[in-house]
């Protein structure tokens, strides 16, 4: 079965750096898009990044270019999101998500919280 | 990339009948079919719903429903249970090529 799992959530201070990593398994990992999506707490969704299966497509929100970098490893069939510049609103739970051609996202992760401090 | 726009809170009887609106633009949930909802019990992975508008991924029961008219979206659950007691959120692509999640509604099952 599809399962997502993240890691690399941490406190961070201010102005700081930290890497997040999804390990997936139970399906074809270069074959999909990858998202992550953040949820900051007591606020909704906020959808962050892209990344297409052969890595040429990407996309990110305004609230986090040049600042955040998405990345994949095909064989390692993992998934990660470079966060730079960290600020105290960049303070989230982030999730990894499959993305799929109608550009829903049909797998999630449980998560990995980010805190950072100012 | 303004979010789209849901009621903060929806609540019904169990039996009873609810729609959750979400609201947007031509750019985005009126512009593509790409308007998918999820339901988050806290704490847990999101669930997705619905997807292109209407559709529903196997295992969604067939109480949960989705429409559209113009930029506004719409997830009808049908006969709400308390199980149902989640919070809802909407997503659209956008002529951006980015993705838009709604603010979120808490469904209160009384």
């Known amino acids: 079965q599809v399962q997502l799992v993240e890691s690399g959530g941490a406190l961070v201070k201010s102005g700081g750096s930290l890497r997040l990593s999804c390990a997936a398994s139970?399906?074809?990992?270069?074959?999909?898009?990858m998202s992550w999506i953040r949820q900051i707490p007591g606020k909704g969704l906020e959808w962050v990044s892209y990344?297409?299966?052969?890595?040429?497509?990407?996309n990110y929100a305004d609230s986090v270019k040049g600042r955040f970098t998405i990345s994949r490893d095909n064989v390692r069939n993992s998934l990660y999101l470079q966060m730079n510049s960290l600020r105290a609103e960049d303070t989230a739970v982030y999730y990894c998500?499959?993305?799929?051609?109608?550009?829903?996202?049909?797998?999630w992760g449980q998560g990995t919280l980010v805190t950072v401090s100012s | 990339q303004s979010a789209l726009t849901q009621p903060a809170s929806v609540s019904g009887s169990p039996g009873q009948s609810i729609t959750i609106s979400c609201t947007g633009t031509s750019s985005d949930v009126g512009a593509y079919h790409f308007v998918s909802w999820y339901q988050h019990h806290p704490g847990k992975a999101p669930k997705l719903i619905i997807y292109?508008?209407?559709n529903r991924p196997s295992g969604i029961s067939s109480r949960f429903s989705g429409s559209r008219s113009a930029n506004t979206a719409s997830l009808t659950i049908s006969g709400v249970q308390a199980e149902d007691e989640a919070d809802y959120y909407c997503s659209s692509y956008t002529t951006s090529s980015t993705v838009v999640f709604g603010g979120g509604t808490r469904l209160t099952v009384l």
């Open positions: 998500a499959r993305m799929t051609t109608s550009t829903d996202f049909d797998y």
């Open positions: 292109e508008v209407t």
């Open positions: 990344i297409s299966g052969n890595r040429n497509t990407i």
């Open positions: 139970g399906f074809t990992f270069r074959d999909y898009y």
